[in-house]
């Protein structure tokens, strides 16, 4: 059974300057964990000029292609070989290319339900062990939002602040580079950053080295941007088959699916037939079936239009009574989804509490970002080493592991938010 594909038009506010064009009527859900969203790109005036609202440092790939759309990065550059040559491609299974119809549905070369390669979008969303699809504690529910960094995002990010939660963010690396203010913002409130590629295309339709090209650059704007360097990400529409995994994983990166999804990802989109009242009727369902439960959950949520922000507004509260909310790294006992390892996340024990695994050795406790209490987690800090790093760092806005003396966690939080100040004097200067 083919799982629910359909092409979401991206929204996003800063970036698209002319409306998104070409409605599609999506297919009907076919499975509590359906895939999700947006093949398509904003329709835009193309363009290949970079965003200058931010002293970038590397050089990206073009934003748009001919045609307006968002642009896989090329394959050829010297940098591109590089990342290349990191893969063993003789390891990689000889999955072939899925080709999708312009409806946006994949056009499976094998007899139904025999695609021998467990791809998420022909089988059934078929997964393999390793794969992160559920927040396996009962009660525990994992929080995230794909697509970001978006203006809504801003906005949820603050409302979040207040409620004391924490998410897994992911990013497009478009996103990022259109909206780096933002990206700063969900990485400096402690949120759990991770890849969501940097186009957004279905992976099965792209070849090997363009899968390596679209992680790579988006870890490495998120790097320039945060500081950090993920080890997780996720397929954009759950899309990706056991030659996407071994592309993932011998780069290092771990697949976060979901088995929950609230298809707020439709809305605002053309022809959207969601309404508030039946997403607020899956939480409904959701909180009433927690007493059932034999596992947690990961629930799929968009930061891409104001009613997405105003459902997760909406249901979350209520949501939090039923279920202990936390981001994926938490639930699923990682302290440290990234590749920094003195940035940890506080874990979630067998008596369902976070709990720091690695608190600051030279800060006091009542500076840490996170106590072993919060019912939101967020990343171990410390503000004394974190202000001294920031300020050797100021020059070029990422805090880099040598900044931070080996003794002690990370100053993450303050780092960053230092780090938003000087990019924000420094785009006041020009
Ligand atoms: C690449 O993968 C192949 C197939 O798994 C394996 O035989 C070979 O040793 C690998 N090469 C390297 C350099 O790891
Ligand atoms: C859950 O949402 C779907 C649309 O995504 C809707 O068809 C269904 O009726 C909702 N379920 C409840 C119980 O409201
Ligand atoms: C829980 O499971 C029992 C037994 O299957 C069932 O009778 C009951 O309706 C379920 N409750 C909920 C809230 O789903
Ligand atoms: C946190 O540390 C700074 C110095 O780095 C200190 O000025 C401040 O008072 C501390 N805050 C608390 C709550 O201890
Ligand atoms: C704790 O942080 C240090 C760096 O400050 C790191 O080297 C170490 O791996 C971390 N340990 C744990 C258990 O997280």
């Known amino acids: 059974m083919a799982a629910k594909i359909a092409l979401k038009y991206t929204l996003l506010a800063l970036a698209a300057t002319s409306a998104a064009a070409g409605p599609t009527t999506p297919k009907a859900s076919t499975s509590k964990a359906a895939a999700s969203s947006s093949a398509a790109a904003p329709v835009t005036t193309p363009t290949a000029a970079y965003p200058n609202n931010y002293p970038w440092k590397n050089q990206y790939p073009p934003l748009f292609d001919k045609t307006g759309?968002?642009?896989?990065?090329?394959?050829?550059?010297?940098?591109?070989?590089?990342?290349?040559?990191?893969?063993?491609?003789?390891?990689?299974?000889n999955a072939p290319v899925i080709k999708w119809d312009k409806n946006g549905n994949p056009i499976d070369p094998y007899p139904a339900g025999q695609n021998p390669y467990c791809d998420w979008?022909?089988?059934?969303?078929?997964?393999?062990?390793?794969?992160?699809?559920?927040?396996?504690?009962?009660?525990?529910?994992?929080?995230?939002?794909?697509?970001?960094?978006?203006?809504?995002?801003?906005?949820?990010?603050?409302?979040?602040?207040?409620q004391n939660l924490k998410a897994t963010l992911f990013y497009i690396g478009l996103q990022v580079a259109q909206n780096p203010q933002v990206a700063q913002k969900g990485c400096a409130a402690g949120h759990q950053i991770a890849i969501h590629t940097w186009?957004?295309?279905?992976?099965?339709?792209l070849t090997n080295e363009q899968i390596i090209v679209e992680l790579k650059w988006t870890e490495t704007i998120i790097k320039e941007v945060c500081g950090v360097t993920p080890k997780y990400f996720r397929p954009p529409q759950g899309d990706y088959d056991d030659r996407v995994r071994s592309i993932a994983s011998q780069l290092g990166y771990t697949a976060i699916l979901w088995d929950l999804?609230?298809?707020?990802?439709?809305?605002?989109?053309?022809?959207?037939?969601?309404?508030?009242?039946?997403?607020?009727?899956n939480f409904t369902k959701w909180i009433g079936e927690e007493s059932n439960d034999t596992h947690g959950h990961i629930c799929l949520e968009h930061e891409l239009s104001q009613q997405s922000v105003d459902s997760a507004k909406q249901n979350l509260p209520k949501l939090a009574k039923a279920y202990n909310i936390m981001p994926v790294a938490s639930c699923i006992g990682d302290a440290h989804p990234y590749k920094e390892s003195d940035i940890s996340f506080p874990v979630i024990g067998t008596d369902g509490k976070l709990t720091s695994t690695n608190t600051s050795t030279s800060a006091s406790p009542s500076n840490a970002t996170a106590s072993a209490t919060d019912s939101g987690a967020g990343p171990t800090s410390n503000p004394t080493v974190s202000a001294a790093g920031a300020a050797g760092a100021s020059s070029s806005l990422v805090v880099s592991a040598t900044t931070t003396p080996s003794a002690g966690s990370r100053t993450y939080l303050s780092e960053t938010l230092f780090a938003i100040a000087v990019a924000m004097a420094v785009t006041m200067a020009l």
């Open 69 to 93: 759309a968002w642009a896989v990065p090329p394959i050829d550059s010297t940098q591109a070989k590089e990342w290349i040559a990191l893969v063993n491609m003789s390891a990689v299974p």
């Open 199 to 205: 186009s957004h295309h279905v992976l099965t339709s």
């Open 261 to 281: 999804d609230t298809n707020d990802w439709m809305f605002g989109s053309p022809g959207n037939t969601l309404t508030p009242a039946q997403v607020d009727g």
């Open 121 to 162: 979008s022909l089988d059934g969303v078929c997964t393999r062990p390793g794969d992160v699809v559920v927040c396996p504690q009962k009660g525990v529910w994992g929080l995230t939002f794909d697509d970001g960094p978006t203006p809504f995002g801003s906005q949820l990010y603050d409302w979040m602040g207040t």
